[in-house]
């Protein structure tokens, strides 16, 4: 500890991945850390992590690759601690902005000027414009340390990897000129050469990259130790190069990579996706992610079964949704390993009461996802981030109250889907750090029939039609009791649950949860099914190059119809005051007031604190953020009238739904 006691250290790009944890290790080790990015709400969560660690740290949101920022934010350095002595040249990007393929990988055709110019200006002239800054500084103190971030595709010609490559080989370069023509000053120059690690830039190529991991040979092949590492397993690396341990260490590329440079190039051209989409084939590639065999309760084989088949004679998936599906399905296989190693080793989990939850449910599109969003920002609940429902169990090595590693890969999924899928992130913006739905749990059984709305595969929805939905709420019931226990408990706090899946199955909803306080959100159906048909369809494209607009909307229509006559049906034969009816319409104007009324019903109280936070979500969480989006019935073969003729058990219920108009589209 206080290896770098007394010392100030700038370090770019530290809002997320490797920045953050190099940020968060070395200010935990004594130094007053600079963090500077583009984004102020990650530099926030940075610098959050540093005070709540005990430490020292300021945040400077700026673009490294422009001179005044850099300038700006040494000022503010040097103004803030009088002295800079490490600066870490860690800001980086895989491909520019404008650039929607997988990472950076494309050819020279596809690679226009300004994205070239992007990439080198982000990655290598930001490496340039702080040195230029800093090392005069340096110079009048008479020693300094610099440590810039450079990559094994510095040396390694990874195929259709250009500008990024070209950038690292830069970094690199540049730092042996610069040790070589400050070295005399008693200032250290070196390079990282950082490996594959789990991180928001690499998740971005995980497609690209879990072929090789889920191949037995070509995994040591190309990284001796077999596996991605860590940010902060390169972080601890950056903290022994930027201290005075590494005195006498200058002028040097030091890889940490896992030996990936003296593995075998990657090849990222085509070849099949791995695993196959059999369900053997599928069960193994997560064993052998693992280490683990135990899945304990068997029965999710029929149905993990009934939707790989599905998935390869009738879903129609392109090469980028063959491989995306099959990595989803291997993630939530080894999440149900690792879950039950855990039930093994503490059989305590079970005796977590999950107490009085708040369920927000309705149609899709009815404002049931800011409801339950603004609910979850207050401090008194608990809350299901999308990083907790892509990865329920801790990551190897993770150590309690430590999840950095699930938000960062979380993190990942993020950038991919806004970069490459943005229609999707219009629709249904998926961030890693807030709740979503816990379908996501509940596709882990396999038998869940979203999932068959996700891909067209009508024999796994028949298949699941056909099976009871218990054990599917007993899972999601023992999930909630696994992420509570991750969290010392619940400490009477009550999770606040979300998803228009939970519409068909009421009385088993509340038989699981007999204290709940359901929500049920109401919105004109000739708004709701073209819009949800807007966002399958959206989400249809992304693995398959084959959708037929007009399916979707059948698709659409006839799932939610009958889920819905099941509901009016059930509604008589559960408690009334454990469901609470509202209007979309009174979500989007006063969800203060809708608050207000959910947790008088389930005996809360809104807390100062709570109310702040609420207030916060409303003001930093404009409808339409990640874009807006249009449609028309007459797109998805639709009309007013068949929707209505559909609905009119629905109407006839709660005729309170049928609006006037159909403006407005926030879910």
């Keep these: 500890m206080n290896r770098l006691a007394g010392k100030v250290a700038v370090i770019t790009g530290a809002g997320t991945g490797l920045g953050r944890s190099a940020a968060v290790l070395f200010a935990r080790e004594g130094a007053a ?3 500077c990015g583009r984004t102020e709400s990650t530099g926030a969560e940075t610098m959050r992590l540093i005070e709540v660690d005990g430490g020292v740290a300021s945040w400077v949101a700026g673009d490294v690759s422009r001179g005044e920022d850099v300038d700006r934010i040494v000022r503010t350095a040097v103004e803030r601690y009088g002295r800079i002595d490490i600066v870490v040249n860690n800001a980086g990007v895989l491909n520019s902005r404008r650039e929607t393929g997988a990472g950076s990988m494309g050819t020279t055709l596809e690679i226009r000027e300004d994205d070239w110019d992007e990439v080198l ?117 950056m903290l022994f190069l930027c201290s005075d341990d590494a005195s006498y260490v200058h002028g040097a590329d030091i890889a940490c990579d896992g030996g990936q440079s003296i593995g075998a190039v990657p090849n990222f051209g085509p070849r099949p996706p791995a695993p196959p989409l059999f369900a053997e084939d599928l069960l193994d590639a997560a064993t052998m992610e693992t280490g683990l065999t135990d899945f304990g309760d068997r029965s999710f084989v029929e149905g993990l079964t009934v939707f790989a088949d599905a998935l390869r004679t009738e879903a129609g998936l392109s090469r980028i949704g063959h491989m995306l599906t099959a990595g989803d399905i291997v993630r939530m296989l080894t999440n149900r390993l690792r879950y039950q190693r855990d039930m093994g080793k ?75 899928f943005p229609d999707f992130m219009a629709r249904h913006p998926t961030e890693a750090c807030e709740p979503d739905e816990e379908l996501l749990l509940m596709e882990m059984t396999f038998q869940s029939v979203v999932s068959s709305l996700r891909t067209r595969v009508p024999s796994f ?114 408690d009334p005051v454990r469901i609470i009816d509202v209007s979309y319409e009174r979500i989007r104007d006063d969800a203060i007031s809708v608050i207000a009324e959910v947790y008088a019903r389930a005996g809360r109280e809104i807390t100062p604190e709570a109310a702040a936070a609420f207030a916060e979500y409303e003001k930093r969480r404009p409808e339409g953020h990640f874009g807006g989006h249009n449609y028309t019935a007459e797109q998805f073969g639709l009309t007013d009238e068949r929707i209505y003729a559909e609905f009119a058990e629905y109407l006839q219920r709660f005729p309170e739904a049928r609006s006037k108009t159909s403006a407005g589209l926030a879910t």
């Excluded at 649950?497 to 007999?514: R, V, W, Y």
């Design 121 to 237: 200006d982000v990655n290598l002239r930001s490496v340039f414009l702080m040195c230029r800054r800093v090392l005069p500084l340096m110079r009048e103190q008479a020693g300094g340390a610099i440590l810039n971030v450079a990559s094994t595709a510095a040396s390694q010609g990874y195929p259709n990897s250009h500008h990024y490559s070209a950038s690292k080989g830069g970094i690199s370069a540049l730092t042996k000129s610069l040790a070589v023509s400050y070295g005399a000053f008693n200032i250290r120059v070196n390079a990282l050469i950082a490996g594959g690690f789990e991180s928001p830039g690499v998740a971005e190529l995980m497609p690209l990259f879990k072929p090789l991991l889920d191949d037995p040979q070509m995994r040591y092949l190309w990284c001796p130790l077999g596996r991605l590492g860590t940010s902060d397993e390169l972080a601890k690396t």
């Design 33 to 35: 850390v600079v963090g």
């Design 346 to 420: 503490h059989p305590e989990i079970h005796d977590e009461r999950i107490v009085a939850p708040i369920v927000v449910t309705g149609l899709p599109r009815t404002g049931t996802s800011k409801l339950q969003r603004m609910m979850a920002a207050d401090p008194g609940v608990q809350r299901l981030d999308v990083w907790r429902l892509l990865n329920p169990a801790p990551f190897p090595g993770e150590q309690p109250g430590a999840p950095q590693p699930r938000i960062n890969y979380a993190l990942g999924v993020e950038h991919q889907l806004a970069n490459q």
């Design 461 to 574: 929805r028949e298949f699941v039609n056909t099976r009871s939905p218990e054990p599917m709420y007993a899972f999601i019931k023992e999930m909630l009791q696994y992420l509570q226990w991750q969290d010392d408990g619940g400490r009477g706090r009550p999770w606040i649950l979300k998803s228009p899946a939970h519409l068909g199955h009421i009385p088993l909803l509340l038989k699981t949860f007999p204290d709940a306080t359901v929500v049920h959100c109401h919105r004109d159906p000739r708004v709701i099914i073209p819009s949800f048909a807007s966002l399958l369809e959206a989400g249809r494209r992304m693995g398959s190059d084959d959708v037929d607009p007009h399916q979707v909307g059948i698709d659409t229509l006839e799932y939610w119809a009958a889920q819905m006559r099941r509901n009016v049906a059930d509604r008589d034969t559960v």
